[in-house]
């Protein structure tokens, strides 16, 4: 049997602030009755504290995997970051968490595909696995999204919060892991969510700072109507291709954007809410953590052999999905 990347364990670290609709609506224009029936969110977590950026979050994660996994730091071979919210452009954030960990020297780097991130990484991951050269890779997402939301504008500052997830992949020749996966992108969608400010094509300057560039913009209605239909494909697609129905799958592990992607995703796979890993109305969109917190959160529901179907969709536009059978 061909050897397959299999996730060997989870953790996840959540800031402990947490921000309500109530407090939002103290904020802006807003109140908890219409964001929750439109996202289905009702509170997010907000990292706080001088100096803490996404690295502190991805390093808790990694630390608390490790302590779980009964991995030393030394045996670790390769660490991957997704995330749109590094500390810096660089050095990497992944860089900064081998230091923060105590990892060491050993190859690092972050991966940009905004709410799609740990998909991407998890997929790149598995190859360093599969091909037989590194037998323990992590793979976080991570993002602290409070540090790029506009406070003013009640379209965005609603959806999203703070946190981070790691996992550790490792070989494995029982069958099971990462069976398969698939990814996607379409710059056409680069003005209906993005941050325009900081890098090469408008750098830092009191004009885009003054112009509030450095904040994530989104046309909700657009990306709303590309990412239902685009996650709800991506899913359908990987199930197709590896003859899965409805009753093959133990979960959906579905980005946690708006609860209404999310149902209209299990729609389309034929699955059951009871089948749907959500966590959103307790940390609303944490991008590139999303689909690790959501395993985090969900990991005594799962068993041996389980099928599980990863999708999610981000700006870019990104999107893509994974089929993993759960190995313990």
């Known amino acids: 049997m061909s050897l397959k990347a299999a996730i060997t364990g989870v953790h996840g670290y959540l800031p402990e602030d947490v921000l309500t ?29 001088e100096g803490l950026g996404t690295s502190y979050m991805a390093a808790e994660a990694v630390r608390g995997l490790l302590k779980k996994t009964n991995t030393d730091a030394s045996e670790v071979d390769l660490v991957i970051v997704a995330t749109v919210t590094p ?18 020297s050993i190859g690092s780097f972050d991966i940009m595909a905004a709410c799609s991130g740990f998909i991407y990484a998890l997929s790149t991951g598995s190859q360093f696995i599969e091909t037989g050269k590194y037998k323990k890779v992590i793979v976080v997402g991570a993002d602290k999204m409070s540090a790029i939301v506009d406070w003013k504008d009640r379209t965005t500052c609603i959806l999203f919060g703070d946190g981070a997830g790691a996992v550790m992949l490792e070989p494995n ?87 209404r992607i999310i149902d209209a995703t299990a729609r389309r796979m034929d699955i059951g809410s009871e089948k749907v890993m959500m966590n959103i109305d307790r940390y609303g969109n944490t991008t590139a953590a999303t689909i690790p917190l959501c395993l985090f959160d969900f990991e005594s529901k799962l068993k041996k052999g389980d099928n599980i179907v990863l999708a999610a969709f981000g700006g870019g536009f990104t999107w893509g999905s994974a089929y993993i059978k759960w190995a313990y």
């Not at 199930?239 to 592990?253: H, K, Q, S, T, Y």
């Open 21 to 49: 609709n109530a407090d939002l609506e103290k904020l802006v224009d807003t109140n908890n009755e219409w964001i929750v029936s439109r996202t289905g969110i009702k509170e997010r977590r907000i990292l706080k504290g």
């Open 87 to 104: 500390d810096y452009f660089f050095p990497s954030t992944a860089n900064l968490v081998c230091t923060q960990t105590g990892i060491g």
């Open 173 to 259: 020749e029982e069958g099971c892991g990462l069976m398969d996966f698939r990814l996607h992108s379409d710059g056409t969608g680069e003005n209906h969510l993005i941050m325009k400010g900081g890098g090469s094509k408008i750098p830092a300057s009191l004009e885009s700072v003054a112009a509030d560039l450095h904040y994530i913009r989104q046309e909700g209605q657009a990306v709303f109507k590309f990412a239902v239909t685009k996650m709800a494909d991506a899913a359908a697609d990987i199930m197709e291709a590896n003859n899965l129905n409805g009753d093959d799958i133990a979960f959906l592990v579905p980005h946690q954007a708006n609860k």
